[in-house]
């Protein structure tokens, strides 16, 4: 009996790897960015990341740069779809769309959008474990692989004053971001950025569930922490957008083909 040859390997430039896609016009970005708010902002609500009115994802539109995207005031993250979405210019005025802005939406991400010329995208909402973490006045710490992402790239906004309705108090939260990825509003919740849509929501996700993991962790007993230099080398592994990027690309395909009308 003859043995059978051993398949040959396929060669690795014919095997599928998703990237980031690129676009020719300033209107195919704007749409591509409008679908990835939508499935995002659905995703926020799947995930349960709702409270009422509160919370809040934006897209800077690539055209008009102090312009952006963002969720209707009132809607819930699991009903929007791209066409719900609104528009708002630096004033605070909508410009397009059928509704109107959340005040806080505006206060908080307008002076984001302003500080951070790199940002796309940023991501608030009040988040359960989110909110836990906030309420001690804590940042994450390195305790698990997921979480060393964070580790030395978010701050901690020590204050709260009130719920966000004016723009000084939002400058000072984008003073305390910084050039970090994301920031802890004490006694209010978290807020993470990226340079695409997907990469702030992943960052908002993976800080939600590794604020579980650290609260859950300390009610269990001692966490034992990764030491500087493996933390820092595997920020420099997963801590950039692209790794964001190509994290969230599961989820992105389980709610545009679980939820296709949010494409409308």
Known sequence: MSQATAPEPIPADQLHFAMPPKHETAEDE??????????ALRLFGRLGFEEGVAGHITARDPEFTDHFWVNPFGMSFKHVTVSDLILVNHKGQVVEGRYHVNQAAFAIHSQVHKARPDVVAAAH??????????????????????VCAFYEDHALFDDYTGVVVDEEEGRRIATALGPHKAVV?????????????????????????SCQVQLAAKAAGKPVLIDQASARHTRGQLGNDLAAWINYQPLYQQITRSEPELLG
Do not use: C
């Open 30 to 39: 704007r749409r591509h960015r409008k679908e990835r708010l939508a499935a």
């Open 185 to 209: 509003l004490r006694n209010h919740g978290l807020l993470t950025v990226g340079d695409s849509v997907d990469a702030a929501a992943w960052w908002f996700i993976t800080m939600e569930r």
């Open 125 to 146: 909402s009040h988040s359960t474990y989110g909110r836990a973490l906030s309420a001690l006045g804590e940042l994450l710490e390195p305790i698990t692989q997921d």
